[in-house]
């Protein structure tokens, strides 16, 4: 089942200047844009301090803002309170 977004994101081919230049961040943080930092990409300003929050929060390992057990809660509550398939 494939459903397009509610909300348009940001393409590669489409993301130019300081979008392009937040993606390459954004992989450099987390080796992926997620579709989130894409959507988010529509007001770069914002998006310049929401990337390394996010990787923050879904890096693992000693400096992770959240523990492994709590983020997973956390996304699977999220998934089924939008009726996600995650």
Known sequence: MNVPPRVPIVQDDSATGEVDSIFRGAEDLLAF???FA???????SVTRW???MIASIQRGGSDAALD???KELVIL???TRNRCFF
């Open 77 to 79: 509550r999220t998934s």
């Open 38 to 44: 894409r959507t988010a990409a529509y007001v770069p």
């Open 33 to 35: 844009v997620s579709n």
């Open 68 to 70: 492994l057990r709590i």
């Open 50 to 52: 929401l990337i390394p």
